[in-house]
């Protein structure tokens, strides 16, 4: 039973556009979702966070957006550059216990 | 070192045989968690630890895996009677206090390979 999901394996956007990477989740009892972003042969990086009582947050050239009532959040990323090529892993714990990941979207920015 | 160190990087090992895995989490990092990747997976949570004792191992998939934690520091991951289904990336992350209120700083993983 896969809680959290990433329908889109795989994504390319043009260097300077947005890139808009989504997540649906079923758990109803998760509260706190993370970005993580992966390059070959390195561990996840963390990328940026939100807890369910905001639905938006904003960190530099990255926003995570929660529709709570959808049961889904995405990753927007305003505007693309070549190093943001990588592997996201959307994750959602409940109540800070153990993260449940997705299965990833590979992001390929395009010079 | 700053960031959450993992040893060996990579390992090689033979079914049926014995397994160790090590990490180093960022000093002062109280809580530990091991999670394993398999390809085009995203990471699947097997044990996390607060301090030396281990708050939930519900991840850990038999009685062949076990994790250590005795100072509550380093980590150090078993797997007995490997099996070729055992072959993933095990990552350790650390994180300050737990989840709740930091996120997790994750290693470069150990890339397990049974053959």
């Known amino acids: 039973d896969q809680q959290v999901k990433q329908n889109s394996p795989s994504l390319s956007v043009q260097e300077g556009r947005i890139s808009i990477l989504n997540c649906d989740y079923t758990n109803s009892m998760f509260d706190y979702f993370l970005w993580y972003k992966k390059y070959p042969a390195e561990g996840p990086t963390f990328l940026i966070s939100i807890s369910s009582i905001k639905d938006k947050n904003e960190d530099g050239r990255f926003t995570v957006f929660l529709n709570k009532s959808a049961k889904h959040l995405s990753l927007h990323i305003v505007p693309s550059q070549p190093g943001d090529s990588a592997v996201y892993f959307c994750?959602?714990?409940?109540?800070?216990?153990?993260?449940?990941f997705g299965t990833g979207t590979r992001l390929t920015i395009i010079p | 070192g700053a960031g959450v160190s993992q040893t060996p990087s990579n390992k090689v090992t033979e079914k049926g045989k014995y397994v160790e895995l090590r990490c180093d989490p960022i000093s002062g990092h109280t809580a530990l968690y091991w999670y394993r990747q398999s390809l085009g997976q995203g990471p699947e949570f097997l044990i996390y630890f607060q301090g030396t004792g281990a708050a939930d191992d519900s991840g850990l998939p038999n009685d062949r895996f076990f994790a250590v934690r005795p100072e509550g520091s380093v980590s150090t991951l078993k797997i007995q009677r490997t099996e070729r289904g055992d072959s993933a990336v095990y990552l350790c992350a650390s994180s300050l206090i737990g989840l709740s209120n930091s996120p997790l700083h994750f290693g470069n993983g150990t890339r397990l390979t049974v053959t």
């Open positions: 994750a959602a714990s409940p109540k800070g216990e153990k993260l449940t």
